[in-house]
T-cell receptor
Framework: AQTVTQSQPEMSVQEAETVTLSCTYDTSESDYYLFWYKQPPSRQMILVIRQEAYKQQNATENRFSVNFQKAAKSFSLKISDSQLGDAAMYFCAYRDYGGSQGNLIFGKGTKLSVKP | GAVVSQHPSWVICKSGTSVKIECRSL??????MFWYRQFPKQSLMLMATSNEGSKATYEQGVEKDKFLINHASLTLSTLTVTSAHPEDSSFYIC???????????FGDGTRLSIL
C-alpha cells in the first residue's frame, strides 16, 4: 500500500525567508501524482502545487516550487519569500495515475509558522 | 475554477439524532466524490468514495450503516451520520472530481459537534 511521510510536525520561518518542507512516499507504481495542499485555520483545503511523476521538470507556482526526486521517492516543497499568509498546515498527498478511484493519500502534515 | 459547496459548515446536535451533510459541485459534473474525516491536529482520513449512481466504497473500519452516503446525481452527494454520538464529533470534508486524472476540489468542510 502507498504511504506518505512528513517528518516535520512543525516548522518556522522568518517573513521573506525561504523554507523547505519535506515529504517522502512509498509506492510500487511508476505513474502517479503528488500534491501539496495548504490548510489555513479556516480549514479549507487549498491546492498549492501538483507534480506528475512522468515529468522530470519540477513544478513551480509563483513562490512555491518542488524538488521531486523520483528514485529517492522524495517530494519537498520550497516556499520562497515567505509571507504571513503562508502560515498553515501543509499536507503532502499521493494519488495513483488512472485505473483506480484516484483517492488521495495524505501525510500527517507540517504546521508552518511565519514570524514577522 | 471548479467550486464545491458543502453545507452546513457547522452543526451542533444532541446525541442520538441523525445529521445530513451535503456536498455539491457547482460548475462541473462530479463523477466521483470523496468523504474525509479530520480529527483536531490530524490529517484527513478517507472514509468512502462514491461514484454517481453506484453504492459507495467504504474504507476499512468505517461503518457503512453509521455513515450513509448517497450520490444520486452528478452534482450532489450526501453523508448522513445516523444516531450520532459524541465520538462522531469531528470535521468532515468532501471533495469531488469529474474525470479520473483531474484534481479533486474540496468543500469547506463541516464541523460536527454532538452533545
Amino acid at each position: 500500500a502507498q504511504t506518505v511521510t512528513q517528518s516535520q510536525p512543525e516548522m518556522s520561518v522568518q517573513e521573506a525567508e525561504t523554507v523547505t518542507l519535506s515529504c517522502t512516499y512509498d509506492t510500487s507504481e511508476s505513474d502517479y501524482y503528488l500534491f501539496w495542499y495548504k490548510q489555513p485555520p479556516s480549514r479549507q483545503m487549498i491546492l498549492v502545487i501538483r507534480q506528475e511523476a512522468y515529468k522530470q521538470q519540477n513544478a513551480t507556482e509563483n513562490r512555491f516550487s518542488v524538488n521531486f526526486q523520483k528514485a529517492a521517492k522524495s517530494f519537498s516543497l520550497k516556499i520562497s519569500d515567505s509571507q504571513l499568509g503562508d502560515a498553515a498546515m501543509y499536507f503532502c498527498a499521493y494519488r495513483d495515475y488512472g485505473g483506480s478511484q484516484g483517492n488521495l493519500i495524505f501525510g500527517k502534515g507540517t504546521k508552518l509558522s511565519v514570524k514577522p | 475554477g471548479a467550486v464545491v459547496s458543502q453545507h452546513p459548515s457547522w452543526v451542533i446536535c444532541k446525541s442520538g439524532t441523525s445529521v445530513k451533510i451535503e456536498c455539491r459541485s457547482l460548475d462541473f459534473q462530479a463523477t466521483t466524490m470523496f468523504w474525509y474525516r479530520q480529527f483536531p491536529k490530524q490529517s484527513l482520513m478517507l472514509m468512502a468514495t462514491s461514484n454517481e449512481g453506484s453504492k459507495a466504497t467504504y474504507e476499512q473500519g468505517v461503518e457503512k450503516d453509521k455513515f450513509l452516503i448517497n450520490h444520486a446525481s452528478l452534482t450532489l452527494s450526501t453523508l448522513t451520520v445516523t444516531s450520532a454520538h459524541p465520538e462522531d464529533s469531528s470535521f468532515y470534508i468532501c471533495s469531488a472530481r469529474d474525470r479520473v486524472n483531474q484534481p479533486q476540489h474540496f468543500g469547506d468542510g463541516t464541523r460536527l459537534s454532538i452533545l
